[in-house]
């Protein structure tokens, strides 16, 4: 049976040859040609929309070139379909706008949708977001925020080398998209940023994230309703609040997340390791066939955790019982160390407890002495060598 990493190892190679032939007979279209100023001052926007409808409309494929400099753009929709592939190869940087105003009620800073064989080379996203997070944090009243960037209802895509800074929301978001390649980024702002998730992920099909620096205030990736086949190696969480699946079930009618597999990461820092979080109220979402797998954990707080009973300000939920169904998680070869006495937490739903869960091989730590583990509503398996003893 050919395994994930052979599949990505093929994609590899027909990419790299792909890349190469288009580079060789794409169509340029360059910014700058088109009015965009590299000053980080002035308005670059409709330069940009140029520049994208020229190659959208190209019969070839096509290359949008962002030399070096900064350009300043504000809320851009870059909509297909188009003929042809596109690819957006930067050495420059796009900004924010300075007024977080300008952003802040639009949702999307940069969307691009409906758009098929997209693939975004290098470059860097500032959202110039710190006024906006000291909003947030004010009380004041403040705008809902704006995602970085944004992929809604795309499918063959290809992200490699992007780095986004300070996002006034969530850095990188795939929406309803099949076939994503993810790789070599990095999403960063302070841990105290609010809702500043890396990369969320909900309703795709058939991505995959791989060596990638996601240090953020938020979840390094939020996996929502509607993932399958998500396949994630070589991360590097932390600062945020770990990886999580969820929250889920906040809707009654909900999809569920499956087929998803973490593998070869490190958390350091994180507020959580690996998190599987759902609303505590009726629901038709699910869980199920979940690998993760050859993880390091340092000091990091809840390594490993299940909360079904998420109910943030009390509101909507109190005295229910999440309808989330939970099965078939394993855990295996996790090892490091815990910031919390309580290394490992399952605390499933009493209407549909969890079941299937797997534990292998888990050596988890606090303070030079073995973690606890504490289980409510829970069935499954253990195996191998497990610190702390398995309460399953």
């Known amino acids: 049976m050919a395994t994930p990493g052979g599949y990505i190892a093929n994609f590899f190679i027909i990419l790299s040859v792909l890349l190469m032939f288009l580079s060789l007979t794409g169509a340029d279209y360059n910014v700058v040609s088109y009015g965009a100023k590299p000053d980080g001052a002035t308005d670059s926007t409709k330069p940009f929309l140029k520049a994208w409808a020229a190659a959208c409309r190209s019969a070839k494929a096509a290359t949008i070139y962002v030399p070096k400099g900064r350009y300043l753009l504000k809320a851009v929709e870059f909509r297909g379909p188009c ?46 977001a710190a006024k906006f997070w ?16 944004t992929f809604n209802w795309a499918n063959d895509i290809l992200i490699n080398g992007l780095t986004s800074i300070n996002s006034q929301m969530a ?18 702002a302070p841990d105290h940023s609010p809702n500043t998730d890396g990369i969320h992920v909900q309703g795709s099909v058939g991505v995959t994230i791989m060596g990638s620096t996601l240090q953020t205030g938020d979840d390094c990736v939020s996996i929502g309703p509607g993932t399958k086949n998500l396949f994630m190696t070589n991360i590097k969480c932390g600062p945020g609040h770990g990886i999580s699946i969820g929250s889920l079930g906040r809707e009654q009618n909900e999809d569920g ?16 390791g690996v998190r599987i979080k759902s609303w505590a109220r009726p629901t038709t979402s699910f869980v199920r066939n979940v690998l993760f797998q050859n993880l390091v954990m340092k000091n990091v707080e809840n390594p490993i955790i299940i909360d079904q009973n998420y109910c943030p300000h009390s509101q909507g939920c109190p005295n229910q019982s999440s309808g989330v169904k939970i099965s078939g998680v394993i855990y295996k070869n996790i090892r490091g160390t815990s910031a919390t006495q309580n290394a490992v937490i399952f605390d499933c739903s009493t209407s549909n407890p969890c079941r299937w869960i797997r534990l292998q091989d888990i050596s988890l730590m606090y303070m ?25």
């Open 257 to 272: 997340v499956q087929n998803v597999t973490l593998t070869n990461s490190i958390f350091s820092g994180s507020d959580n």
């Open 368 to 392: 030079n002495k073995p973690a606890s583990s504490s289980c409510n509503n829970i069935g499954g398996t253990s195996a191998g060598v497990l610190v702390p003893k398995s309460c399953l």
């Open 171 to 188: 850095h990188l978001v795939i929406n309803s998209c099949n076939n994503v390649l993810v790789k070599n980024v990095k999403m960063i």
């Open 83 to 128: 003929k042809s592939r596109i690819t957006v190869r930067m050495a420059g940087t796009l900004v924010a706008p300075s007024n977080y105003w300008a952003l802040g009620n639009s949702l999307h800073w940069i969307l691009f949708i409906h758009v098929d064989k997209i693939t975004f080379l290098g470059g860097t996203l500032d959202g110039r």
């Open 134 to 149: 000291a909003c947030r944090k004010s009380g004041h009243s403040c705008p809902p925020g704006a995602r970085s960037i």
